[in-house]
T-cell receptor, first 112, second 114 residues
Framework: GENVEQHPSTLSVQEGDSAVIKCTYS??????FPWYKQELGKRPQLIID?????GEKKDQRIAVTLNKTAKHFSLHITETQPEDSAVYFC???????????FGTGTSLTVIP | GAVVSQHPSWVICKSGTSVKIECRSL??????MFWYRQFPKQSLMLMAT?????????EQGVEKDKFLINHASLTLSTLTVTSAHPEDSSFYIC??????????FGPGTRLTVT
């Protein structure tokens, strides 16, 4: 089955700096890659996603890049703010099968 | 739109008893629902995938006789933890999707087995 690895497990940045989180996946059939933000005790919230026919997608301060050949994708957050502090999870999915396999999570702390 | 609810939000039960958790899609019909388990400061672990009207598909290592999943309608799936033990204490989250689109997560259920 699919194996998703995520790095780093923890990340601290100064407010205003950028944060980058990286994930790799093993199944070349995976073609949908969402990123979720989860605050303590709450449900995961989708923040951005990318499909395998696209190399990069951006939404305001958040961007995701995908390298299908290398089987890795990354989340980029620019101009970080304290409210960006949370745990971020990447996931990989074969859209037709719907199953998501999540990375191990990155705890992001933005220091004011 | 795309609201998913779970009930109860938290439950405490005694060892050996069974607990049922409901997951409902409130404003759309979910062709597929998923059940995840999350330990503190860890990732979401997929337990099973259920399609309306058919048996759930369990991930390797998940006991299907212990974690009973029923997806009787397009808006409701239930997870029953049978003969619960303290090691079953965890945060259980469901999600729902419609025909391969985005998954929408429920708020989770905190289960504590004493």
């Amino acid at each position: 089955g699919e194996n998703v690895e995520q790095h780093p497990s923890t990340l601290s940045v100064q407010e205003g700096d950028s944060a980058v989180i990286k994930c790799t996946y093993s199944d070349s059939a995976s073609n949908y890659f969402p990123w979720y933000k989860q605050e303590l005790g709450k449900r995961p919230q989708l923040i951005i996603d990318i499909r395998s026919n696209v190399g990069e997608k951006k939404d305001q301060r958040i961007a995701v890049t995908l390298n299908k050949t290398a089987k890795h994708f990354s989340l980029h957050i620019t101009e970080t703010q304290p409210e960006d502090s949370a745990v971020y999870f990447c996931a990989a999915s074969i859209a037709s099968g719907n199953q998501f396999y999540f990375g191990t999570g990155t705890s992001l702390t933005v220091i004011p | 739109g795309a609201v998913v609810s779970q009930h109860p939000s938290w439950v405490i039960c005694k060892s050996g008893t069974s607990v049922k958790i409901e997951c409902r899609s409130l404003d759309f019909q979910a062709t597929t629902m998923f059940w995840y388990r999350q330990f503190p400061k860890q990732s979401l672990m997929l337990m099973a995938t259920s399609n309306e009207g058919s048996k759930a598909t369990y991930e390797q290592g998940v006991e299907k006789d212990k974690f009973l999943i029923n997806h009787a309608s397009l808006t409701l799936s239930t997870l029953t933890v049978t003969s619960a033990h303290p090691e079953d204490s965890s945060f259980y989250i469901c999600s729902a999707s419609f025909r391969g689109h985005e998954q929408y997560f429920g708020p989770g259920t905190r289960l504590t087995v004493t």
